[in-house]
């Protein structure tokens, strides 16, 4: 790759003092690509990211490298215009952040429901689902690789988040105890899961919703695990329930300015290939060890955490199995979405199909390799990501 590289140092954020800090190109032969993410740094998550840029060097070299720079570059309602335009050659994409300019691909973030039917171990459940929806987006689905195309980007591999539960203030187990409590949705899924509870769906920042526990305004948050450290809800928790709502969060977790991708030869696309697999691995792996360790941290603290009851786990079921034709009709009618039935039935044989090939998987290393045998491999690198 012969392209410029920009070195900096304390970048606040904004493009006009990043433009003017790039007067001169480096001569060193070495390539250094910038991965910006909006978590905090020094957090297993933004650590985990490391992994990245070590892969990458072991697969060309040393010849190109990746430095991660935790929320300082962008945070994360700045990454598809930050990586569009070069400020960052790397990022993460939370989706439903951006449901305008990736409809389809959103589209495929609302079936991660679809793995509850056929998963039972709720931090399996991403390890799952991060393969389906790699497969699907990056093999089967074309109009979602135009999607990140449009935005001057590349998707090189996502990710998954545990099952999603209730983190609360106060005990709200059953499906009586549900009736009007306020949940804080933090996506269309979950606002349709709460109403059809009898909840109140409250949109609200995850920046917000700690004091939104801690002064009453909600009842619980629609929640994975790790998010009892990651936003301190342990210090105001007083009941988990687990079980239900269900769903995950997927993200394109390694997307990449499509210049850069352009620049690169068949080997360099490899590497960064083989590292967005290695990401996909170990950030996957990185939440199913935060949810354990919430968990049990929870309970050493004397916070009940219990599964939810009968009622509220089979009138919870019903909804997931139903809101699939949901999901279908309101992407149809917004954004002209086609074969969007044809589309869930693929969904549901690729859940199938991950579930096999990752039963008994224990490590991301093994895990990562799956992930790019079994999808990245099969790409044609001459005409993927043009």
Request: with cysteine; aromatic share 10%; hydrophobic share 40%.
């Amino acid at each position: 790759m012969t392209r410029r590289t920009t070195k900096l140092a304390g970048f606040a954020g904004a493009a006009a003092t990043l433009l003017a800090s790039t007067a001169l190109p480096t001569t060193a032969s070495a390539e250094e690509l910038r991965f910006a993410i909006g978590w905090p740094p020094n957090t297993n998550t933004s650590r985990t990211f490391e992994t990245f840029g070590e892969v990458l060097s072991a697969e060309t070299g040393g010849e190109m490298t990746a430095k991660v720079y935790p929320l300082s570059l962008l945070n994360f309602l700045e990454s598809t215009t930050g990586v569009r335009d070069g400020i960052a050659d790397l990022t993460t994409i939370l989706l439903p952040y951006f449901l305008s300019d990736f409809p389809i691909s959103n589209f495929g973030t609302e079936l991660a429901a679809l793995t509850d039917l056929v998963v039972e171990d709720g931090d399996r459940v991403g390890i799952v689902y991060a393969g389906a929806f790699m497969e699907w987006a990056m093999l089967n689905c074309p109009e979602c690789m135009d999607e990140f195309s449009k935005n001057n980007s590349v998707f090189l591999g996502g990710g998954s988040s545990t099952r999603y539960h209730l983190i609360c203030n106060k005990e709200v187990n059953t499906l009586e105890q549900l009736q009007g409590a306020r949940i804080r949705a933090g996506g269309a899924w979950w606002a349709r899961w709460a109403s059809a509870m009898g909840a109140t769906p409250v949109s609200m920042s995850i920046n917000e919703t700690f004091e939104g526990l801690n002064q009453g305004v909600l009842d619980c948050s629609a929640s994975s695990n790790p998010e009892l450290f990651n936003f301190g809800f342990i210090d105001v928790a007083k009941f988990v329930t687990t079980g239900a709502p269900g769903s995950q969060f997927p993200s394109a977790t390694a997307v990449i300015n499509k210049d850069v991708w352009l620049d690169a030869s068949e080997t360099e696309k490899t590497a960064l290939l083989k590292a967005g697999a290695a990401l996909a691995a170990g950030i996957t792996f990185t939440y199913i060890g935060e949810s354990q360790h919430g968990i049990a941290e929870a309970e050493k603290r004397g916070i009940p955490v219990k599964q939810a009851g009968p009622e509220l786990m089979a009138k919870s079921r019903a909804h997931t199995e139903s809101d699939a034709a949901t999901v279908v009709a309101n992407y149809t009618e917004k954004f002209g979405l086609k074969d969007g039935d044809a589309k869930v039935e693929q969904m549901k044989q690729l859940i199938d199909k991950w579930n096999g090939l990752t039963e008994g998987v224990a490590d991301a290393d093994a895990l990562a390799d799956i992930y790019f045998n079994e999808i990245m491999t099969k790409l044609d690198l001459s005409t993927y990501g043009q």
